[in-house]
């Protein structure tokens, strides 16, 4: 396997295109994704314990990412068919936290060939098997990579963290902000620093009422209301 087929799209690239089967249809990506937000999120394998906790909380929070114009859409190098009987195994068997007879609606991609999985880089050098590795795409209405996360096989993912993280892009993304360490929507955001020297001493010698700045470089105002 050349390096080529393992590079990760970096934040600020175009989404690599592809046509793939899932269980809810064929898809072409990202036309059919236009004008929305995309988590797109790889998985080892189907049948596994920790994927499919991961999948009942992605399901139950799905309406969640949908009224952030949001998208979910998963991957593995299964087969459809494999797809199918683990989601219906989680729908008519599984039970965790409270989340029972939960039924998995978003896409799921069958990519058998790993040509989805090479184009994003899910499949580790040197791996010892085939499986993808736990990638997170966040990917915006442009098509456009806004952040990437990857994680090892035993550790499940935070959705909740997914999620802020969606939000906290779309407010940098309308109100041309930075949101703080452990930000959560409500809570003061970070004004831009300023671009020169005479900008930085007029904060500092002639405030913003509306800005609390801690040091010319670090000013933060409440948090914008969206419409």
Not at 19 to 25: D, V
Not at 38 to 60: L, R
Not at 123 to 135: F, H, I
Not at 146 to 162: C, D, K, W
């Amino acid at each position: 396997m050349d390096a080529q087929s393992n590079r990760i799209p970096l934040i600020g690239d175009k989404a690599p295109a592809f046509k793939a089967e899932t269980t809810q249809g064929p898809i072409n990506f990202p036309e059919d994704f236009k004008g929305k937000w995309v988590v797109f999120f790889s998985h080892p394998a189907d049948f596994t314990p920790v994927c499919t906790t991961e999948f009942m909380t992605f399901a139950t929070m799905q309406p969640e990412f949908e009224a952030l114009n949001c998208k979910l859409l998963g991957l593995s190098i299964d087969s459809h068919f494999s797809h199918i009987a683990w989601l219906r195994t989680i729908k008519e068997k599984i039970e965790y936290k409270g989340m029972k007879g939960v039924e998995v609606t978003f896409p799921v991609i069958a990519d058998l060939s790993m040509e989805v999985a090479k184009t994003y880089g899910m499949l580790q050098p040197g791996s010892s098997n085939t499986q993808a590795v736990r990638a997170v795409f966040i990917i915006d209405p442009n098509a456009v990579v806004r952040a990437v996360l990857f994680y090892p096989s035993s550790n499940g993912r935070n959705m909740q963290e997914i999620k802020r993280l969606v939000v906290s892009l779309q407010y940098a993304e309308q109100f041309k902000i930075a949101t703080p360490a452990n930000w959560q929507p409500g809570e003061d955001v970070i004004v831009p620093p300023p671009g020169s020297c005479g900008v930085a001493k007029q904060r500092m010698e002639k405030p913003d009422p509306d800005v609390k700045c801690l040091d010319w470089f670090l000013c933060l105002k409440k948090c914008p209301k969206r419409g």
